[in-house]
């Protein structure tokens, strides 16, 4: 693979085609649609910036914010115009940037929305994958053939597929393609490599790398899979606390190491430990030999421990269950 010189992050705050993040905070609304008393924001004044050609991956424990932050970024969450610009535009004001296809998101599984029941579905339709794939207008034939084609190429898909018969990974595949169609400038992606199996995965990340280095693409790739990763990036995200730690790989021993593992382990424990000791001390443990009591107990939520009570019913079941 071609060495290509590391991205700068300081550089990006002018440049085109970079990501900008400004003084961004979040908190999802309640039901009354107003911030929740006591609930701190999920994302706490991030600020940086991440110049053209940039593989940022991003990492955190669970419920850490990846995917609130990533939708953000596609523009699928309300924040300021002046918080988060993409490619110099703020992303949810300006639908043009995904309509183009200059910001692609490819995330979650692909899903209808059933309006009135208020939820939504998996694609159960009986179509070939073709019928998705062709369905994008303005696609370059070469970048299409080289994406499906079988063997040696990146997605090893048959347009012939059944979209309602196919494997989870066959249709991840089929969506990962119509993300890609387009020859995207910023490309955010959610964990979507956890179906593919091990060769599929390693194609793909080898193509967005090469598409970073080629074309001067930017992504941001949110993912809990971590073998055989140690190439990929030029930078580290790290959410936690509401906070983002951005590392450029040079300044990351365990990539060169090829122990990308052990580094996530060894950040996820610090993290662990250090919400542990911002708690403090439950208000009140709950004692499963107390059987059949009412009492208090407390959860952990969002770096707090948030008090609930015990109903009788609820108390003994709990108590038979555990
Ligand atoms: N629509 C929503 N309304 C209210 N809270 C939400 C909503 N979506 C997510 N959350 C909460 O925000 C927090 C962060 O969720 P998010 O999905 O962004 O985390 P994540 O880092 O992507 O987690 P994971 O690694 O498990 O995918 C969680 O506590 C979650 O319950």
Redesign the pocket.
């Given at each position: 693979m071609t060495q290509q010189p590391e991205p700068s992050t300081s550089a990006a705050a002018t440049a085109p085609g970079s990501i900008e993040v400004r003084h961004l905070s979040f908190a999802?609304p309640g039901l009354d649609g107003r911030p929740i008393p006591g609930i701190p924001p999920?994302l706490k004044n991030l600020s940086f910036s991440l110049a053209p050609g940039t593989t940022c991956l991003l990492l955190?424990?669970?419920?850490?914010?990846?995917?609130?932050?990533l939708k953000i970024l596609a523009g699928k969450h309300m924040v300021s115009e002046e918080s988060v610009r993409v490619l110099g535009r703020p992303p949810f004001h300006d639908t043009a940037l995904t309509v183009c296809g200059d910001l692609s998101y490819i995330g979650g599984n692909w899903q209808r929305d059933i309006a009135f029941a208020g939820t939504s579905v998996p694609l159960t339709g009986d179509f070939p994958a073709s019928y998705m794939i062709d369905s994008i207008p303005g696609v370059d034939p070469e970048r299409k053939a080289r994406l499906i084609k079988a063997r040696r190429d990146v997605l090893d898909i048959d347009p012939t597929w059944r979209m309602h018969t196919v494997s989870e990974g066959q249709r991840r595949r089929v969506q990962i393609c119509v993300g890609l169609l387009k020859p995207f400038k910023v490309l955010l992606l959610?964990?979507i490599t956890v179906d593919l199996d091990v060769l599929g995965r390693a194609d793909l990340m080898r193509f967005l790398k090469e598409e970073c280095e080629s074309r001067g693409a930017t992504i941001i790739y949110?993912t809990?899979i971590f073998d055989g990763l140690e190439f990929w990036p030029s930078h580290i995200a790290y959410?936690a606390n509401g906070q983002l730690r951005l590392l450029p790989a040079r300044d990351v021993p365990e990539l060169a190491q090829g122990r990308l593992l052990s580094l996530v382990h060894r950040m996820l424990l610090e993290d662990r430990n250090a919400q542990l000791k911002a708690r403090g001390p439950r208000p009140v443990e709950w004692d499963p030999t107390r059987e059949g009591e009412v009492g208090n107990f407390s959860y952990a939520?969002?770096n707090g421990w948030v008090p609930g009570t015990l109903s009788s019913s609820l108390s003994s079941n709990a108590v038979m269950r555990g």
């Open positions: 999802y999920l955190g424990a669970n419920g850490a914010g990846k995917t609130t932050f959610d964990e949110a809990h959410l939520f969002n």
